[in-house]
């Protein structure tokens, strides 16, 4: 006589939680096109269908994702910001570190941050990324208002910080520079971009 068909359970206490945190897994292994909601139900022990109570769809798994995504960026990078003090350039160096460790210990969520922010429609990823993105701005602001960056244009130079810690970013994780040499390089990085964002 065959085994009976064992049915995983529908509910969970924390469905949504728990399926966003496996989300998380399989994309730092095995990458977000690996992602699959029947396979996250399998793996958090639910039933195939449970996770359609919190997300329509693939899409919409990888879109929450993403907002959970900037959300967290954004309490790592407030963490740093209130440990480094008042003073304008510790502050910048602490933030410049946090981004750039999550930025290559969250390589694959990364992408899927910045993918799922410039998709139409997705106002609620871009909400979320304005917190992180709008604390590097006011630390910019921070600089002009102290005198050590150049005052032109607010946006231009928070851009050109966040393109050279991304750039870092980009280096080590795809292998040409290895990971111990990012503290190094984050250093040297936010120390060319005083010298070079300072008052002429």
Same mark, same amino acid.
């Given at each position: ?21 496996? %989300?998380? $897994?399989? +994309?730092? #292994?095995?990458? =977000?096109?690996?992602?699959? !909601? *029947?396979? &996250?139900? @399998?793996?958090?022990?639910?039933s195939h269908g449970a996770p359609r109570r919190h997300f329509a769809d693939r899409q919409a798994l ?59 429609? %997705?106002? $609620?990823? +871009?909400? #979320?990324?304005? =917190?992180?993105?709008?604390? !590097? *701005?006011? &630390?910019? @602001? ?36 290895e990971p111990e040499h990012r503290g190094v390089l984050v250093e040297a990085a936010v120390d060319q ?8």
């Amino acid at each position: 006589m065959p085994d009976p068909v064992i049915e995983r359970p529908y509910h969970h206490g924390s469905l949504r939680a728990a399926l966003l945190d496996a %989300a998380e $897994r399989r +994309l730092r #292994a095995d990458g =977000a096109d690996r992602l699959s !909601l *029947r396979d &996250l139900a @399998r793996e958090v022990g639910v039933s195939h269908g449970a996770p359609r109570r919190h997300f329509a769809d693939r899409q919409a798994l990888l879109d929450a994702l993403a907002e959970s995504g900037f959300a967290r960026l954004d309490r790592e990078l407030r963490d740093a910001l209130a440990g480094a003090g008042e003073e304008f350039e510790p502050r910048l160096h602490a933030a410049a570190t946090a981004y750039a460790r999550f930025a290559t210990e969250s390589a694959s969520l990364l992408d899927v941050m910045y993918a799922g922010k410039h998709r139409p429609g %997705a106002d $609620r990823i +871009l909400a #979320a990324a304005s =917190a992180p993105f709008g604390l !590097l *701005r006011r &630390l910019v @602001r921070q600089g002009q208002g102290e005198g050590v960056l150049v005052t032109d244009d607010l946006d231009r130079v928070a851009t050109v910080l966040l393109a050279t810690l991304q750039g870092i970013a980009s280096f080590i994780n795809g292998g040409v520079v290895e990971p111990e040499h990012r503290g190094v390089l984050v250093e040297a990085a936010v120390d060319q971009f005083l010298h070079g964002a300072g008052p002429r």
